[in-house]
């Protein structure tokens, strides 16, 4: 069964506090992206990793980090989260390959930061 | 730099009926690749359909279909015999395609379709 799984789905925060978001996915993909939505601005990109160890920057990196320690998991992880990094996040995956490239969402984390 | 424009905010259909969503994108490059997502109301993100810049035929899956005018850098999406399932938001996404590419997809902002019954 090809999913993308988050934890959590709820997450409240108080400012200052760090945050550790978690993405699995079960399809050996090795690119994975995680993505932040907000009302008026769309899907934005945070993160791209193309496999272990090879993270780089999206459109608006700044206050967050990535790892990827396994193909399989990715995480992001907020040092001090701030109020206006209050936000719905969704990871996703794909394959490498462009004649066959499609995301793979996962459900996505809302995260409330007081 | 690349950018994608879904000009519709919400659309309103009647069941069965067919619909067209527009996007008009921008790109410097020569190569890219073009997709359309839907959102439904558990905020569920799924893949629908994608074109390819160097293809002349326009995609088809199933009742989704796309209208691509590459003069214009439009993409419209077009859904035939709309179902209540349908309502959702559709999101338009580019990705250029150019050596070096860090495989970054860009989403437009979305159009909320409603299906009335």
């Known amino acids: 069964d090809m999913k993308v799984t988050q934890m959590p789905r709820y997450l409240i925060k108080r400012m200052g506090e760090n945050v550790l978001l978690e993405c699995g996915q079960d399809?050996?993909?090795?690119?994975m992206y995680w993505y932040r939505q907000d009302p008026g601005l769309g899907l934005q990109l945070i993160y791209i990793?193309?496999?272990?160890?090879?993270?780089s920057e999206g459109d608006i990196p700044k206050g967050y980090r990535v790892s990827r320690k396994k193909r399989e998991h990715f995480s992001l992880i907020l040092d001090s989260a701030k109020t206006n990094q209050t936000s719905v996040y969704f990871c996703?995956?794909?394959?490498?390959?462009?004649?066959?490239?499609?995301?793979?969402f996962g459900h996505g984390t809302k995260l409330s930061v007081l | 730099a690349q950018k994608v424009t879904q000009t519709q905010t919400s659309i309103s259909v009647m069941e069965k009926t067919t619909v067209t969503m527009d996007c008009v994108y921008e790109?410097?490059?020569?190569?890219?690749?073009l997709f359309w997502y839907k959102q439904t109301a558990s905020g569920e993100i799924v893949f629908l359909i994608r074109?390819?810049?160097?293809?002349?035929e326009n995609a088809t899956v199933g009742h989704y279909s796309l209208n691509f005018q590459k003069p214009k850098s439009s993409i419209g999406l077009i859904i035939t015999a709309t179902q209540i399932e349908d309502s959702a938001v559709y999101f338009c996404a580019m990705r250029e395609g150019t050596t070096g590419n860090t495989g970054k997809l860009i989403f437009g902002l979305g159009t909320t379709l409603q299906v009335q019954p």
């Open positions: 074109q390819d810049s160097y293809k002349k």
């Open positions: 996703a995956s794909s394959l490498p390959e462009p004649s066959n490239e499609r995301l793979f």
């Open positions: 990793s193309y496999d272990v160890d090879s993270n």
């Open positions: 790109t410097q490059d020569s190569s890219y690749f």
């Open positions: 399809m050996s993909h090795e690119t």
